[in-house]
């Protein structure tokens, strides 16, 4: 069973950058399809981005792309969600997740694992 461990949350001004990781133990992420969500006070947990077990194939909610990259460090065991040009509305706990399966990989219900999360606070 993985455990995932997200870290690098924190306080940007708009348009800003940060750089979220997850460190997974247990388990590799290779073997599994990765996620990232967020959930924003009184929201419901909505997906951000996703890649997949080869590394090969990325997903992004329409919110993000363009401005937010996730990668990965098979090396690192890491998962990465570089996040750039913040806005306020960004303002959320990411979560990281993993998944046996590659399928409906922005339905949070999909994902097997989760981490803690992160919070990320972005300033007007």
């Known amino acids: 069973q993985v455990q995932l461990v997200e870290s690098g949350g924190g306080l940007v001004q708009a348009g800003g950058s940060l750089r979220l990781s997850c460190a997974a133990s247990?388990?590799?992420?290779?073997?599994?399809?990765m996620g990232w969500f967020r959930q924003a006070p009184g929201k419901e947990r909505e997906f951000v981005a996703h890649i997949s077990r080869s590394g090969v194939i990325t997903d992004y909610a329409d919110s993000v792309k363009g401005r937010f990259t996730v990668s990965r460090d098979i090396a690192k065991n890491t998962v990465y969600l570089q996040m750039d040009s913040l806005k306020p509305e960004d303002t959320a706990v990411y979560y990281c997740?993993?998944?046996?399966?590659?399928?409906?990989?922005?339905?949070?219900?999909?994902?097997?694992?989760w981490g803690q999360g992160t919070h990320v606070t972005v300033s007007s």
């Open positions: 247990g388990g590799t992420v290779s073997s599994y399809f």
């Open positions: 997740a993993a998944s046996r399966s590659g399928t409906r990989r922005r339905v949070r219900d999909q994902y097997d694992y």
